[in-house]
């Protein structure tokens, strides 16, 4: 496993736009969505059901306890939180068998940490699956984490981002939601950072995404750098 650079985010970015980065994991940090939909897939299957692709990509992105519904409506006859525990131990032991990154992401991760640019992660796996993720990084890029688990309300709703803004804010004096960039990749997820206030951006991966004028759309997140995000940001596209 590497380890972690322990040097601390300094607080202030140099020279750029940007006061802070707050980043969607599972779908835009790295490709989890295999393991999640293989575990929802065999939960089904063991009480009997049947789980089609359409019902496993509308949950991409979506609050656990959310999922853990659709798949009681699907017939999965468990408490939420087995689901919820189940679920995530699948995803656990594929994440610590392999880490698929997506094109670009340790990339931007070193050019924000260079440019003293503080990141966060924002998700909403719990924390057991976001501290294996973060462990998995050359460097400590993420001065801190919102888990599922922390907020009563997940995305879609902008409690997720709101709470990583509070936390920010403990890093970066006078921070502007305007000049704060949120990374996803799903519907549910860029819904959630668009409605709290900063420059929302798409990086559509595994669940097509429609079109909106509260968030901006990026292709894929390689070839992006500071001053590519920057300028995204001085746009000021805002929910």
């Known amino acids: 496993m590497p380890t972690q650079n322990p040097d601390p985010m300094p607080a202030r970015p140099v020279n750029s736009r940007i006061q802070g980065v707050l980043w969607d994991m ?103 699956l976001a501290a294996l993720v973060l462990d998995q990084l050359p460097k400590k890029y993420f001065a801190f984490r919102v888990t599922g688990d922390m907020v009563s309300r997940g995305k879609p709703h902008p409690d997720p981002y709101l709470l990583g803004l509070e936390k920010l804010g403990d890093l970066v004096p006078d921070l502007d939601p305007s000049r704060v960039v949120g990374i996803e990749d799903s519907a549910p997820g860029i819904a959630s950072a668009a409605a709290s206030g900063i420059v929302a951006v798409l990086v559509e991966h595994i669940a097509p995404v429609p079109d909106s004028p509260s968030w901006q759309r990026v292709e894929s997140l390689a070839g992006l750098d500071v001053e590519s995000l920057g300028a995204l940001a001085s746009i000021g596209v805002r929910a």
């Open 26 to 128: 599972d779908g835009t940090l790295l490709d989890t969505e295999p393991y999640w939909m293989a575990a929802e897939a065999a939960l089904v299957a063991e009480f009997g059901g049947r789980w089609s692709e359409t019902q496993a990509l509308g949950l991409v992105g979506n609050a656990l306890p959310d999922a853990a519904a659709a798949l009681q409506r699907a017939g999965v006859e468990l408490p939420e939180r087995e689901i919820i525990d189940r679920l995530t131990a699948e995803v656990l032991a594929g994440v610590a068998r392999r880490v698929d990154w997506r094109p670009g992401a340790l990339e931007l991760l070193e050019a924000l940490h260079s440019a003293n640019v503080p990141c966060g992660l924002v998700t909403m796996s719990e924390e057991p």
